[in-house]
C-alpha cells in the first residue's frame, strides 16, 4: 500500500499505548511526585534484579569466580592482597556485596510476586465461590478466614513454613525452601482477597448482567470468571500492590530469622542475616547495602500502592 | 447480651478445636522425629526402641486421644531436641518473654497516647509534623532492621547497652527477673524500645485521628464557650472519649507484641519463648512447635473474646448488629 489513508491512522484508532497516557489515572500518576519517584525505584529495582546476570561483575555462586583471599574488602578501596577493588565490598567469602544483592533482590523478588499471585488467585477463587453460592459454602470459607485472621500472618507464615520444612524429605529441604516460603506467605495472605471478593461478588450477583447471562444458560463457573470477575479486579490490583510490599518484608523477615531462603540461594533478608555476625567487627558494609536495598524496595512499592489505592478511590475524586 | 457472649465463646471454641487438630497432626504426619533424634549413624534396635518409648509405633487414633489428654493438662512431651521436657522448658522460658512483652506494651501505651494527644492538639506545629513523618518511617521499617539499627547505634557505636541476652537475672520461685539488676534493666532496654516501636506508632496515629475527630464536636465548642480551660477540654472532655476505640487495639496488639517478640528476641538471643519456638522450626522439633502453637492460640483467643465482650458492654451498637 503506497496510498496515503485518508485519515491518519492514530487518529482513527488511538493506539493502547495513546490512550493509557490520556487516561485519568495516567495524569494523576503524572501529577503525584511521589508515585512517579518510587514508580521509578521500584522499577530500576525491579529491572536490575532481572537482568541481574547482564549487570553484575560476578555470578557470586559460581565457586570458580570467587576468590578467599578476596574476602573482607571494603567498599571502593582496594585488596591488600589481591588489589582488586569492588563498589560494595566483599563478604566474608570474597564474594562481591553488589552482585549478591542483584542476585539476592532476584529471589526476594520472585518470592513476592509469586507469594502474592498464589495468595490472590486463592483469595479470588475462594470468594467468588463464597459469595456467589452462600449457604454453607459462605460459611465454610469465612469461617476459616476469620479463625486465620486470629492470628498475626506472620506467625501463620511461620507454622506453615516449619510444617513444610518437616514433610519434605531432608536431602530437598534446600531446594525446596523457596517454594516452600512462596507457600507459606501466600497462604498467610488469601483473607484479605477473599474478603473484598466476595463482597464485591455480593453485590455485583444481584445486577441485571448476571441474571442475563444466567438466563442464556451460562454455567456458575463461566459466570463467575467471564462475567463477575472482571467487574471487581480493581480493588483486587490495589491489595496486591500493597500486598506485595508486605509480602516482600514478610520473606526477609523470615528469612532473617532464618526460617527462609537457605545460605545456598541468599535473598535479601539472609544477606542481611549473614551481614549482622559482621556487625561487631567493623564490616558494616555486608550489613549496611542489602538492608538499603531492601528498604527502598519495601518502601516504594508500598508508597506505590498507598497512591494507586488513593487514586482508584472513586470517594476521593 | 448473653447470647452475643455464648456466640463468640463458641466461635473461640471452634478456633481452639481447629489448631489442636493443627498441633496434632504435627505430631502425626510431618517427619520422622527418629530421625531428627538420632541422627546418621544408628542401628535398626535404636530406632525401634525410640519409636515404642515415644508411643509413635501405636496406631493414630490412640495417639489423638492421648494427645488431648495430655495437652489439656499442659502436657507436649519431650522435646526432640534438647530430651527434656517441654512444659519444663516453656515454663523456664516464659518469664523472659512476658517481662519484655509487658514493658513494651507499657511503653507502647503511654508514649502512644501522650504523643497522639500532643500531636493532635500542636496540628500545626513543627515537633508535632516531624513526629507524624517519622512515624511513617517507623511503620515501613521492619522490626528486625529497627532491632539491628538500634544495636549498631547503642550497643557497637556507643556501647552504652547490651547487644544480646538478658543480662544477671534473680530467682525468685519459678519466676527468673531481670528487673532486679542493674545489667538486667539495662538488657531490657533496646528490646523492649524495639518490640513497642510498632504498635506506638499505631496508638499513637489512632489517638491522633480519633482525637481531632472528638475536638471538632459541639460539646467541645460549648466546653470552649463555657471557658474552660485547655487542658481540662483536651484531658477531661476529648481524651475520654477517644479511648473507647483505642482500647479494642490496645487489647488486640497485646498478642501481636507476643507474637511479634519471636522477631526481636531473635535479633537480640534474648533467651524467650520466640526464640525457643524459631530453633524448633529451624530443627523440626515438633513437640516444642505443637505446644507453642496451642499456647499461642489460647493466648489469642482469650484476647480477642474479652476485647470483644469489653467492646459489646461499651458499645451497644455493635450488640444489635451482632445477633
Given amino acids: 500500500m503506497t496510498d496515503q489513508p485518508l485519515v491518519p491512522e492514530t487518529q482513527a484508532a488511538p493506539s493502547r499505548l495513546r490512550r493509557a497516557l490520556d487516561s485519568d489515572l495516567f495524569y494523576a500518576f503524572r501529577r503525584s511526585p511521589v508515585a512517579v519517584v518510587s514508580a521509578i525505584v521500584s522499577l530500576l529495582l525491579i529491572l536490575s534484579a532481572v537482568f541481574a546476570p547482564l549487570i553484575a561483575m560476578t555470578n557470586p555462586f559460581d565457586p570458580s569466580s570467587l576468590n578467599l583471599m578476596n574476602g573482607f574488602t571494603p567498599p571502593l578501596e582496594p585488596n591488600a592482597f589481591t588489589g582488586e577493588s569492588f563498589l560494595m565490598g566483599t563478604d566474608d567469602q570474597g564474594r562481591d556485596v553488589f552482585s549478591t544483592i542483584l542476585y539476592g533482590m532476584r529471589i526476594s523478588l520472585f518470592v513476592g510476586f509469586a507469594a502474592v499471585l498464589f495468595a490472590v488467585v486463592l483469595g479470588i477463587v475462594l470468594g467468588l465461590l463464597a459469595g456467589y453460592f452462600g449457604g454453607w459454602t459462605d460459611t465454610i470459607i469465612m469461617r476459616a478466614a476469620d479463625v486465620q485472621l486470629t492470628f498475626p500472618s506472620i506467625l501463620v507464615a511461620m507454622l506453615i513454613f516449619g510444617i513444610a520444612k518437616g514433610i519434605t524429605p531432608v536431602e530437598h529441604r534446600d531446594q525446596m525452601a523457596i517454594w516452600v516460603l512462596i507457600l507459606a506467605i501466600g497462604l498467610s495472605d488469601w483473607v484479605q482477597f477473599a474478603r473484598v471478593v466476595r463482597g464485591a461478588t455480593l453485590v455485583e450477583k444481584n445486577k441485571d448482567y448476571v441474571s442475563a447471562a444466567r438466563l442464556i444458560g451460562r454455567?456458575?463457573?463461566?459466570?463467575?470468571?467471564?462475567?463477575?470477575?472482571?467487574?471487581?479486579?480493581?480493588?483486587?490490583?490495589?491489595?496486591?500492590?500493597?500486598?506485595?510490599?508486605?509480602?516482600?518484608?514478610?520473606?526477609?523477615?523470615?528469612?532473617?530469622?532464618?526460617?527462609?531462603?537457605?545460605?545456598?540461594?541468599?535473598?535479601?533478608?539472609?544477606?542481611?542475616?549473614?551481614?549482622?555476625?559482621?556487625?561487631?567487627?567493623?564490616?558494616?558494609?555486608?550489613?549496611?547495602?542489602?538492608?538499603?536495598?531492601?528498604?527502598?524496595?519495601?518502601?516504594?512499592?508500598?508508597?506505590?500502592?498507598?497512591?494507586?489505592?488513593?487514586?482508584?478511590?472513586?470517594?476521593?475524586? | 447480651m448473653l447470647s452475643f457472649i455464648l456466640k463468640r465463646v463458641m466461635q473461640s471454641a471452634l478456633v481452639l478445636v481447629i489448631t489442636g487438630a493443627i498441633a496434632f497432626s504435627m505430631f502425626s504426619f510431618v517427619g520422622d522425629p527418629i530421625d531428627n533424634m538420632l541422627g546418621q549413624e544408628r542401628t535398626m534396635e535404636d530406632v525401634e526402641r525410640l519409636r515404642a518409648q515415644l508411643g509413635l509405633d501405636q496406631p493414630i487414633p490412640v495417639q489423638y486421644v492421648k494427645f488431648l489428654k495430655e495437652a489439656a493438662q499442659g502436657n507436649f512431651g519431650v522435646s526432640y531436641r534438647q530430651g527434656r521436657e517441654v512444659s519444663e522448658i516453656i515454663m523456664e522460658r516464659a518469664p523472659a518473654t512476658l517481662e519484655l512483652a509487658a514493658v513494651s506494651a507499657i511503653l507502647a501505651v503511654v508514649a502512644g497516647i501522650a504523643l497522639g494527644v500532643f500531636t493532635a492538639i500542636r496540628r500545626q506545629g513543627l515537633a508535632a509534623n516531624v513526629i507524624m513523618s517519622t512515624s511513617l518511617i517507623g511503620v515501613s521499617l521492619p522490626t528486625f532492621l529497627i532491632g539491628i539499627l538500634l544495636i549498631y547505634l547503642f550497643s557497637v557505636e556507643l556501647g552504652w547497652l547490651p547487644s544480646f541476652g538478658r543480662g544477671e537475672v534473680v530467682r525468685i520461685g519459678n519466676w527468673t527477673t531481670g528487673f532486679l539488676t542493674e545489667s538486667g534493666r539495662k538488657a531490657l532496654i533496646l528490646p523492649a524500645i524495639t518490640l513497642g516501636l510498632y504498635q506506638m506508632t499505631l496508638i499513637m496515629r489512632l489517638v491522633r485521628s480519633e482525637m481531632l475527630e472528638v475536638l471538632r464536636q459541639d460539646y467541645i465548642r460549648f466546653a470552649r464557650a463555657r471557658g474552660l480551660s485547655d487542658r481540662v477540654i483536651n484531658f477531661r472532655h476529648a481524651l475520654k472519649n477517644t479511648m473507647v476505640p483505642v482500647i479494642t487495639i490496645i487489647g488486640l496488639q497485646l498478642g501481636a507484641i507476643i507474637a511479634f517478640a519471636i522477631i526481636t528476641e531473635t535479633v537480640f538471643q534474648w533467651p524467650g519463648l520466640g526464640l525457643l519456638f524459631i530453633n524448633a522450626i529451624q530443627f523440626v522439633d515438633i513437640p516444642v512447635m505443637a505446644a507453642y502453637l496451642m499456647m499461642i492460640s489460647v493466648m489469642f483467643v482469650i484476647i480477642n473474646l474479652v476485647v470483644d465482650i469489653l467492646y459489646a458492654m461499651i458499645d451497644p451498637r455493635l450488640r444489635v448488629t451482632a445477633k
Avoid at chain 1, 257 to 279: D, N, W
Avoid at chain 1, 281 to 295: V, Y
Fill in chain 1, 219 to 317: 454455567r456458575p463457573g463461566a459466570i463467575m470468571l467471564r462475567h463477575i470477575l472482571p467487574n471487581i479486579l480493581s480493588p483486587v490490583l490495589v491489595i496486591a500492590t500493597i500486598s506485595l510490599a508486605l509480602a516482600i518484608i514478610a520473606e526477609a523477615t523470615l528469612s532473617f530469622l532464618g526460617v527462609g531462603a537457605p545460605p545456598t540461594q541468599p535473598s535479601l533478608g539472609t544477606l542481611i542475616r549473614i551481614g549482622q555476625s559482621y556487625l561487631f567487627s567493623g564490616e558494616w558494609w555486608i550489613l549496611f547495602f542489602p538492608a538499603c536495598t531492601l528498604l527502598a524496595l519495601a518502601l516504594s512499592v508500598n508508597l506505590l500502592g498507598d497512591w494507586l489505592r488513593d487514586a482508584l478511590n472513586p470517594r476521593l475524586k
